[in-house]
Nanobody, 122 residues
Framework: QLQLVESGGGLVQPGGSLRLSCAAS????????IGWFRQAPGKEREGVSC????????NYADSVKGRFTISRDNAKNTVYLQMNSLKPEDTAVYYC???????????????WGQGTQVTVSS
């Protein structure tokens, strides 16, 4: 069974950067699209970005376009989310999850990780 673990979160000042990692175990990640989601206090969980199984397709929420970059290294069984120019509104718990394709609804994703906290101070 596929297990995903997020890491790399932390406390940063506005304008700073973080790189999140989504590491897979149990099953090779090659066949899975991986999505990043986030949930801020008092808000619904929202999609942030997604990358297809071979990396040929990516998408981003409008709120993070130009600031975040998703990538993957299947040899390392890991997907990354590089977050630059961070804003206080980026503060959330960030999750990764797997799907067959970068579907637009979180209900299409499985094997959710436990999340990693990103806090951007104001």
């Amino acid at each position: 069974q596929l297990q995903l673990v997020e890491s790399g979160g932390g406390l940063v000042q506005p304008g700073g950067s973080l790189r999140l990692s989504c590491a897979a175990s149990g099953i090779t990640l090659d066949y899975y699209a991986i999505g990043w989601f986030r949930q801020a206090p008092g808000k619904e969980r929202e999609g942030v970005s997604c990358i297809s199984s071979n990396g040929d397709y990516t998408n981003y929420a409008d709120s993070v376009k130009g600031r975040f970059t998703i990538s993957r290294d299947n040899a390392k069984n890991t997907v990354y989310l590089q977050m630059n120019s961070l804003k206080p509104e980026d503060t959330a718990v960030y999750y990764c999850a797997a799907s067959s394709w970068c579907w637009g609804h979180e209900g299409e994703y499985d094997n959710w990780g436990q999340g990693t906290q990103v806090t951007v101070s104001s």
